[in-house]
C-alpha cells in the first residue's frame, strides 16, 4: 500500500500499521528520527572524522584519537566505522523496505551504548556523551514505534 504525500508517492506506508487517526503523524515522526539519526552517524564518521568536537571523548582532536583514548585499537575503530556507516544507510534505505528500520535502529542503538559506556570508561563530563544517549533515545523509539 502506497501513501500519497503533498511530494508524490515517494514514501510507502508500513503495511504491519493498522489505520488510526495519529496514524500518519507517527510515520512522519519515525521518517523523520530515521533521517536525522543516520544523516548525523553519516556527519560524524564521512565528513567530521578528522575534526575536534567538543562531545569527543578525552582529550581527543579526532576519532582515531578518540578510540584511542578509550584504550581501543585502530581495527575496532574500522569496525564501528563500518557498522555505524551500514547501519545509518540502513535506516535510509528502510524509507522504502520497512522492515529494514527495526533491525538498523537496534544494531546503532547497541553501538551508542557503548558509546556512552565508552565516555563513562574515561570519565567525561556527561555534556560529551549527550549525543550518544541522544541517538540512542531515537534509535529506541524508531525501534520500538
Not at 9 to 34: C, G, K, T
Not at 104 to 121: D, Q, R, S, T, W
Request: glycine share 6%; hydrophobic share 60%; charged share 15%.
Amino acid at each position: 500500500m502506497r501513501h500519497q504525500t503533498a511530494r508524490g508517492s515517494l514514501l510507502a506506508v508500513r503495511s504491519d500499521r493498522v489505520a488510526h487517526p495519529y496514524f500518519h503523524a507517527v510515520e512522519y515522526f519515525l521518517i523523520a528520527l530515521q533521517l536525522i539519526v543516520a544523516l548525523g552517524i553519516l556527519n560524524v564518521w564521512m565528513l567530521r572524522s578528522a575534526k575536534a568536537t567538543p562531545f569527543r571523548g578525552g582529550d581527543a582532536r579526532n576519532l582515531r584519537e578518540e578510540f584511542a583514548a578509550y584504550g581501543l585499537p585502530f581495527w575496532f575503530m574500522c569496525v564501528v566505522g563500518v557498522l555505524k556507516v551500514g547501519l545509518a544507510l540502513a535506516l535510509i534505505a528502510a524509507l522504502w523496505i520497512h522492515r529494514v528500520a527495526q533491525p538498523a535502529a537496534i544494531g546503532l542503538g547497541l553501538l551508542m551504548l557503548g558509546a556512552f559506556v565508552m565516555h563513562l570508561k574515561v570519565k567525561d563530563p556527561i555534556n560529551k556523551a549527550l549525543p550518544a544517549i541522544a541517538v540512542l533515545a531515537m534509535c529506541a523509539a524508531i525501534a520500538l514505534l
